[in-house]
T-cell receptor
Framework: GAVVSQHPSWVICKSGTSVKIECRSLDFQATTMFWYRQFPKQSLMLMATSNEGSKATYEQGVEKDKFLINHASLTLSTLTVTSAHPEDSSFYICSASLLARTDTQYFGPGTRLTVL | DQQVKQNSPSLSVQEGRISILNCDYT??????FLWYKKYPAEGPTFLIS?????DKNEDGRFTVFLNKSAKHLSLHIVPSQPGDSAVYFCAASDGNTDKLIFGTGTRLQVFP
């Protein structure tokens, strides 16, 4: 149980375009979903916390107009990287918390974004 | 300010021996700690957790120890297996939010 999927698993796009990444909890309902990014050989950095039906809470230094997060249902959250630039190239990972156990997050497999 | 630190970026252990991964934290409000295992280009996989009311939690080959006074936790893997080779992250939360603060990771290599 507690499976989280992400789509796409990898994407290559041109600079200036927007990319949408989906995060789904497949077998449970998630009150909260989180978005992380990871640069090579570095830790996971939390970008934002997403609660179903409300606006996402962004971490300091993360541009909310650039990284649009929508949490439309208890099983789906999306991250849209708008006007992507090469420096946005990274590994983006989402996670979801079970309704009853908010301290344990289950992670998706990640999405590799490469901006040319 | 790195609130969760893993000071050893890498660790090499022989198969069958014990692997000990360490993690230190600075925020005394943290009350829940987790260990994740991560392979390249994959999301982290939850391994084991511990609440601050305990000082030890065991699950099969994995045991996590918590020393609150020292603000230190460790993950013991015994016996270590080659399949354990991965990057291990410790993470902490303060219970008031769902946010996890991750350490920088330790790359464990288990050799035959």
């Amino acid at each position: 149980g507690a499976v989280v999927s992400q789509h796409p698993s990898w994407v290559i796009c041109k600079s200036g375009t927007s990319v949408k990444i989906e995060c789904r909890s497949l077998d449970f309902q998630a009150t909260t979903m989180f978005w992380y990014r990871q640069f090579p050989k570095q830790s996971l950095m939390l970008m934002a916390t997403s609660n179903e039906g409300s606006k996402a809470t962004y971490e300091q230094g993360v541009e909310k107009d650039k990284f649009l997060i929508n949490h439309a249902s208890l099983t789906l959250s999306t991250l849209t990287v708008t006007s992507a630039h090469p420096e946005d190239s990274s590994f983006y990972i989402c996670s979801a918390s079970l309704l009853a156990r908010t301290d344990t997050q289950y992670f998706g497999p990640g999405t590799r974004l490469t901006v040319l | 300010d790195q609130q969760v630190k893993q000071n050893s970026p890498s660790l090499s252990v022989q198969e069958g021996r014990i692997s000990i991964l360490n993690c230190d934290y600075t925020n005394s409000m943290f009350d829940y700690f987790l260990w994740y295992k991560k392979y390249p280009a994959e999301g982290p996989t939850f391994l084991i957790s511990i609440s601050s009311i305990k000082d030890k939690n065991e699950d099969g080959r994995f045991t996590v120890f918590l020393n609150k006074s020292a603000k230190h936790l460790s993950l013991h893997i015994v016996p270590s297996q080659p399949g354990d080779s991965a990057v291990y992250f410790c993470a902490a939360s303060d219970g008031n939010t769902d946010k996890l603060i991750f350490g920088t990771g330790t790359r464990l290599q288990v050799f035959p």
